[in-house]
């Protein structure tokens, strides 16, 4: 018999492949654009932190300038705690003062308002405000910043802003420590002596700071932020007020 050509008698079109065949051919050679799983979404740099040099540009500006700080705050809201941290961990001398401390350098007849605040209870605060006043001017002009703490109450003027920056200067930052009532309770729950106050005037002096907001200062919430971000926290607002940002 001839044999015939390769291909002769096909046709022009070459026999359909097998449904096994069309399978196999395209599990090796798919059509389209290779598909991977999808990448993992990076997440956001912390605020403040610049995202190429991992750096918090603002806050490392608020380590080397000569400031003078005040840290606003009920009872419990850590101020001295965050103050004494953030002066301890600057790249600058820095002093911390504290009211309370200054308040209770007398020993014989201190007037403790807790047991009610009078004429003698509020000339004692005064002459402890000028004292610190006087304090942090001395430490500004030999190139010591300073931050000083008090519960300064937004509508009470005898304990308000403006004897501080009368007796601090103009250039003094204030900036409110305000967490929630419920860690103000906790932590006021731990304190001794003194310094410990009943839940109702706990309750009753947050409730009066919750008077700052809308006031334009700066105010942290360190309900959920341990010390050294609640301080980290503080440096960035720092650098802000003096920035002008």
Known sequence: MPRLREGAGQGKNPPASRPYETECHR???PVGPPTHPPMPAVPPPPPGQDAG??????????????????????????????????ADT?????????????????????ADPQSGWNDHSEAQYRLARRTCGFAARNFLANGISCILDDAVFPDRPVVGLGGW???????????????GLEVVLERNAERTGNRRLSDE?????????????????????NSQQDVATTARLLDEVVARSLTGR
């Open 27 to 29: 599990m090796q050679y």
């Open 53 to 86: 040099t991992g750096h918090f540009p603002l806050a490392e500006a608020a380590q080397t300038a000569a400031v003078a700080v005040l840290l606003i705050g009920p009872a419990g809201a850590g101020k001295t705690t965050v103050a004494r941290h953030w």
């Open 90 to 110: 600057r790249r600058v001398p820095t002093a911390h003062v504290s009211l309370d401390d200054v308040r209770e350098w007398v020993r014989s007849g201190f």
């Open 165 to 179: 920056k009368r007796h601090v200067g103009p250039g003094l930052l204030p900036v409110v420590l305000l967490p």
């Open 201 to 221: 005037e706990v309750a009753r002096i947050h409730g009066r700071m919750a008077g700052w907001y809308g006031s334009g200062l700066p105010i942290i919430d």
